[in-house]
């Protein structure tokens, strides 16, 4: 009877599902700061990316480590940006709670 359902199916997955999983699994035990979210984001978000490109071009692991990498440096440089952003942000607002120079 068995060899009439043929063979067994692999389980479907959704990437996007496990990568969701495992973000959360890990913000949640660690307390990660900014730089560290951002970066983790990146690198989530690259390789999901990468592994459906790469599965359309024939080699879902190699896209999915590229996309990762990518998407790594990009979380870096936009951490940053973001960084600069904030510094700019906090100048800008000290030098408005200053007096200003006195007259003579």
Do not use: C
């Not at 496990?18 to 951002?38: K, S, Y």
């Amino acid at each position: 009877m068995a060899a009439l359902l043929g063979p067994p199916r692999r389980p479907a997955f959704d990437i996007g599902d496990i990568v969701r999983q495992h973000r959360g699994a890990l913000e949640e035990e660690l307390a990660l700061g900014p730089t560290e979210q951002r970066v983790l984001s990146g690198g989530a978000i690259g390789a999901g990316g990468g592994a459906v490109l790469g599965a359309i071009g024939g080699n879902a692991g190699l896209g999915a480590v590229l996309g990762g990498a990518a998407g790594l440096a990009g979380g870096y440089l936009w951490d940053q940006h973001k960084q600069a952003e904030a510094d700019a942000y906090y100048r800008g607002y000290n030098d408005g709670r200053r007096p200003p120079p006195r007259r003579r």
